[in-house]
């Protein structure tokens, strides 16, 4: 089994539990990680959702509403802006607790997966996180002999938390970008004649 990875934005949305780890400081506008004592605070929760299809009994954050639901088919309508959650700090999300070799059969409802108390803290310390690459187990199989790939949330069994990862951003030099630049003029055009350095006032007025 190899491991994936996708990219998932995380939602910080205001509840009223004040078990909450993570609060917003109306004073001082910071985060806060599991604050004593401080007054004017709103605790928050955390929604770590993916572009993945939202089927039927799948949690999403609406984006008109601003809120976490569960997608019922019959009932609500999806906008292309609505987005899977597939982790959080709301302990109200729960998923199936499949048994383990018994097809469509469950026993109990469990928590939806979450992060790590490490990230957390982390996410309060830095004033915030947008974006993270999350872990996925991808397991190939058939299908009337057809292969296609299953990808499924790589989930700690023991403390029910997701693997997360800092997206690292990459940095281009100009003379990267010049030749990114001259090799996609190229690719697009077979047989032309491209000069190998752009034009210097171009590249002085872009790049």
């Given at each position: ?7 998932a934005?995380?939602?910080k ?11 917003f ?7 806060l ?7 004017n605070?709103?605790p ?9 299809e ?7 954050v609406?984006?008109?509403l ?15 802006n ?6 959080s ?27 790590t ?7 309060c ?15 190939l ?21 997701i693997?997360?990862?800092r997206?690292?951003?990459k ?23 491209v000069?190998?350095?752009l034009?210097p006032d171009?590249i002085?007025?872009?790049?």
């Amino acid at each position: 089994m190899e491991a994936n990875r996708k990219r998932a934005k995380i939602h910080k949305l205001p509840t009223e539990d004040k078990t909450s780890k993570i609060w917003f400081d109306n004073d001082t506008g910071k985060l806060l990680y599991d604050p004593v004592g401080v007054m004017n605070c709103i605790p928050q929760y955390l929604y770590f959702t993916t572009d993945e299809e939202i089927n039927h009994n799948d949690w999403y954050v609406d984006a008109i509403l601003n809120e976490a639901r569960k997608y019922h088919s019959d009932i609500n309508h999806l906008t292309k802006n609505d987005r899977k959650i597939i982790a959080s700090t709301d302990p109200k999300l729960t998923v199936k607790n499949y048994l383990t070799g018994v097809k469509g059969r469950y026993f109990d409802m469990q928590p939806i997966a979450q992060p790590t108390q490490a990230f957390i803290k982390a996410y309060c310390e830095q004033g915030g996180i947008d974006e993270v690459n999350v872990e996925y187990d991808v397991e190939l199989k058939s299908y009337h002999i057809a292969p296609y790939e299953e990808w499924k949330l790589k989930v700690d069994p023991i403390h029910n938390t997701i693997t997360t990862h800092r997206i690292v951003e990459k940095m281009y030099s100009s003379m990267e970008v010049q030749e990114k630049i001259i090799q996609y003029i190229t690719d697009m055009n077979p047989g032309l004649k491209v000069n190998q350095e752009l034009n210097p006032d171009w590249i002085k007025k872009n790049l």
